[in-house]
């Protein structure tokens, strides 16, 4: 079964880190880009990292870059979010999703049902 | 402030016909991005409904089209059912913001 599977999620205190996973199935994750996309609670959709099919090119919004890291471990078929530094405005579910191609098209044929991370003291 | 800007709220009764604009500019849809739409059930991830300003996926009926002009895009359900109230999202690349934006979403209600 095609899927992703996001874990990792929690509540964290102000200025800690977690580190989230994204568990691919059903398809080899290296040949694909995958994005991280993350939705504040009654909010709209914000997208935050993608990784190159070869992990050679990561880009971020400007909102999280030098706090949130995106990487991968082939050997696993998984992808990972590092995020340092949450403020409370980090609250959110986050979403892994694939991108259709190998090249990076921007934009997701495949979602996961995401982790929800929660920046409380 | 969503980059991609669509109506809150649309809403029709059953059987009915309705639309949701996507207004971009110059560095998104009008720099000749594409635009996708997705579609957000309660209390569900997103799922891609058209792809590339007018292309539905495979399983996606074809109630759900979509067009695209110079700065903007629409989103248009026809035979409007129950099963359509829930959330949509119009997406595309920024290239001033090097990344995907997306529009605020809009609800749509079945009344």
């Known amino acids: 079964q095609v899927q992703l599977v996001e874990s990792g999620g929690g509540v964290v205190q102000p200025g800690r880190s977690l580190r989230l996973s994204c568990a691919a199935s059903?398809?080899?994750?290296?040949?694909?880009?995958v994005h991280w996309v993350r939705q504040a609670p009654g909010k709209g959709l914000e997208w935050l990292a993608v990784m190159s099919y070869n992990g050679d090119n990561k880009y971020y919004v400007d909102s999280v870059k030098g706090r949130f890291t995106i990487s991968r471990d082939t050997s696993k078929n998984t992808l990972y979010l590092q995020m340092d530094s949450l403020t409370a405005e980090d609250t959110a579910l986050f979403y892994c999703a694939r991108d259709p191609y190998f090249e990076t098209n921007w934009y997701f044929d495949l979602w996961g049902r995401g982790t929800l991370v929660t920046v409380s003291s | 402030q969503s980059v991609l800007t669509q109506p809150p709220s649309v809403s029709g009764a059953p059987g009915q016909r309705v639309t949701i604009s996507c207004t971009g500019s110059?560095?998104?849809?009008?720099?000749?991005?594409?635009v996708h739409w997705y579609q957000q059930l309660p209390g569900t991830a997103p799922k891609l409904l058209i792809s590339n300003n007018s292309n539905r996926p495979s399983g996606v009926p074809d109630r759900f089209s979509g067009s695209k002009s110079v700065t903007s895009a629409s989103l248009a359900i026809t035979g409007l059912q129950a099963e359509d109230e829930a959330d949509y999202y119009c997406q595309s690349y920024d290239s001033s913001l090097s990344g995907v934006v997306f529009g605020g979403g809009t609800k749509v209600t079945v009344l």
């Open positions: 059903g398809f080899t994750l290296s040949r694909y880009a």
């Open positions: 110059s560095s998104n849809i009008g720099a000749g991005y594409d």
